[in-house]
């Protein structure tokens, strides 16, 4: 972290010089590690018409906050993080076994989801008010050791799509032709599934339960409206989700309103931007 505190330093900001605000300070490197692990997997998001799904993931991980709590665990997102698998893991054996289409199947889970949450945060007439920092998040509480794990993630998420791009974006494209090739369709959408639950879980404490879907949506949206190519599909999602954060951040600071809606905004004006030139 000291070369962190030392490349910051040289930036002409109150909050960067030495000894001072290291709140701010993990926050911008939360958002350095955040975003670019949201616009990659927003790419496959929007790719395979799963954004439904990510947001029932959202409710699956305020639940698992809910039993985790029940439960007086110390940390109750790493019962979020085991319940939001176990959903990922459920919604997508479902989701193959059966005949209904798969936002019939995102429906259902989201609403036993949201119930399940609700129902175990007010038993015995418990107040739901704690959680209600998890619908807006607070990117500002972020620790250190938190950003080396989602920084770790972001490498597996990065070794991941380098090894097995083609076959997740066949399965998502022709599942059929995907199974006739050889691709193990099933045990691709579910590691897909899984890495969204996982950076979903951990982050929805700092980005906020109400806005999270919208960067699992809005930088690959953005990024369809003028990419011509697969590159640059992935690299103009990647870009518009690191630019928006760091402006979206700047802006709850100097300012004052929640950073997962600033983010959320400056993506919806990229989007904007990018859909009055996607003819040019």
């Known amino acids: ?11 002409p900001f109150d ?64 019962a979020a993080v085991i319940f939001a698998i176990v959903f990922a893991l459920l919604f997508n054996l479902v989701r193959r076994r059966t005949a209904l289409a798969s936002d019939t199947v995102i429906g259902v889970f989201s609403s036993t989801a949201v119930a399940l949450g609700i129902f175990l945060s007010t038993l015995n007439g418990r107040s739901f008010t704690k959680f209600n920092s998890l619908l807006i998040g607070d990117v500002l509480s972020v620790d250190p050791a938190m950003i080396g794990l989602l920084a770790l993630i972001l490498l597996a998420v990065a070794v991941l799509w380098a090894v097995s791009f083609n076959q997740l974006m066949l399965s998502a494209v022709h599942p059929a032709l995907a199974d006739s090739r050889g691709v193990k369709v099933f045990w691709q959408e579910t590691v897909f599934s899984v890495a969204i639950a996982v950076v979903v879980t951990l982050s929805m ?34 870009v518009g989700a690191v630019i928006a954060g760091i402006a979206g951040l700047m802006t709850s600071y100097y300012l004052g309103p929640s950073a997962g809606a600033s983010i959320t905004l400056y993506l919806a004006l990229w989007f904007a931007l990018t859909f009055l030139l996607r003819k040019k």
């Open 15 to 78: 909050w960067a010089q030495p000894g001072q605000m290291y709140f701010m300070k993990h926050a911008l490197l939360a958002v350095l590690v955040i975003t670019p692990l949201f616009g990659i997997l927003s790419t496959m998001v929007v790719h395979s018409r799963m954004s439904f799904f990510s947001d029932a993931l959202g409710h699956s991980a305020f639940t698992g906050m809910a039993i985790g709590a029940l439960c007086g665990f110390n940390q109750p997102t790493w």
């Open 205 to 238: 404490t700092w980005v906020g339960l109400l806005v999270i879907n919208s960067l699992l949506v809005l930088p690959a949206a953005a990024a369809r409206n003028v990419a011509k190519n697969m590159w640059q599909y992935h690299l103009f999602s990647l």
């Open 1 to 11: 972290m000291e070369l962190w505190y030392g490349l910051l330093s040289l930036l």
